[in-house]
């Protein structure tokens, strides 16, 4: 079964930092993306970043590029997000998702969301 479990999410200040982690299972992970999403109340789903588990091939969505990188550990079959220079608009329900190669397309499944909120 595939499996997608998001953490470290939590309440931070603006100008913090928060890491991500998304934990796959169930898949061939060396054939797949993964990708970070977020949904703000009242907002759209959108993409947020994805990596390549085989080549390490990335992209930002542009509100985030400069401030969060992607990287991943394919021993840990683990997926980072690390979140720099927080800002309020940041604040969303946060999700990965199993991507095909090189990101193309859209998600094909998700996980559970861990909740990203900046605040003073």
């Known amino acids: 079964q595939v499996q997608l479990v998001e953490s470290g999410g939590g309440l931070v200040q603006p100008g913090g930092s928060l890491r991500l982690s998304c934990v796959a299972s169930?898949?061939?992970?060396?054939?797949?993306?993964i990708g970070w999403f977020r949904q703000a109340p009242g907002k759209e789903r959108e993409g947020v970043s994805c990596?390549?588990?085989?080549?390490?091939?990335?992209n930002y969505s542009e509100s985030v590029k400069g401030r969060f990188t992607i990287s991943r550990d394919n021993a840990k079959k683990t997926v980072y997000l690390q979140m720099n220079s927080l800002k309020p608009e940041d604040t969303a329900v946060y999700y990965c998702?199993?991507?095909?190669?090189?990101?193309?397309?859209?998600?094909?499944?998700w996980g559970q969301g861990t909740q990203v909120t900046v605040s003073s």
């Open positions: 169930g898949f061939t992970l060396a054939y797949y993306g």
């Open positions: 990596i390549s588990m085989s080549d390490a091939y990335t």
């Open positions: 998702a199993r991507q095909r190669y090189r990101c193309s397309g859209p998600p094909l499944s």
